[in-house]
């Protein structure tokens, strides 16, 4: 019994050591996390062999292909662009304002008003006690809130300018 789950664990090959049989140098890319279909491999053909990538289009004059440079100067100067750093603006710069504020009176409270930060609260628990630890808590919340806010307003339309970035400097140095 054992050698036989032994002879299966043993016939298993990893990923990298599968071939697809009729040439040992074509290997199976079976990793989870790699996008096949976005890459143009792995998709069948009408035969149901695997496809070959498709060729990039060749450009017709060196001076119609743009650089990297101004690709991604002309993504920086879209609308899409423009409305991602906004609202990363809008969130970060009140948040940080908010912030610094909140730690300069902890500080100050601390120098200048000793008597009231040593204000008992509960039993050995005093003001500046429960100000100390209030500034790791907003630093979660604040952690907290600014990447619930990434995730809702920024990330979708951020990914989508990575994607048309990609797309049009594809091909671009070769």
Same mark, same amino acid.
Do not use: M, N
């Given at each position: 019994m054992l050698g036989h789950a032994t002879k299966r664990v043993a016939d298993k090959e $990893?990923?990298?050591?599968?071939? +697809?049989?009729?040439?040992?140098?074509?290997?199976?890319?079976?990793?989870?996390?790699?996008d096949a279909?976005? $890459?143009?491999?792995?998709?069948? +053909?009408?035969?149901?062999?695997?496809a070959s990538a498709p060729a990039p289009p060749a450009p017709r004059a060196a001076e119609q292909r743009p650089d990297a440079a101004s690709i991604y100067l002309e993504v920086q100067a879209s609308a899409a662009f423009q409305e991602v750093r906004s609202r990363y603006r809008r969130f970060v710069i009140p948040a940080v304002i908010a912030f610094f504020t909140w730690y300069v009176a902890y500080i100050l409270a601390a120098t200048m008003a000793p008597g009231l930060m040593a204000q008992p609260v509960a039993g050995a628990v005093n003001v500046a006690m429960i100000a100390g630890l209030g500034q790791f808590l907003t630093t979660f919340l604040l952690t907290f809130a600014y990447a619930r806010h990434a995730r809702l307003r920024r990330d979708r339309a951020a990914l989508d300018l990575r994607w048309d970035t990609q797309e049009l400097t594809r091909g671009v140095g070769r």
């Open positions: $990893s990923s990298v050591e599968k071939h +697809d049989g009729r040439r040992t140098g074509q290997i199976r890319f079976d990793d989870p996390w790699y279909l976005a $890459s143009g491999w792995g998709e069948l +053909d009408s035969t149901g062999a695997p």
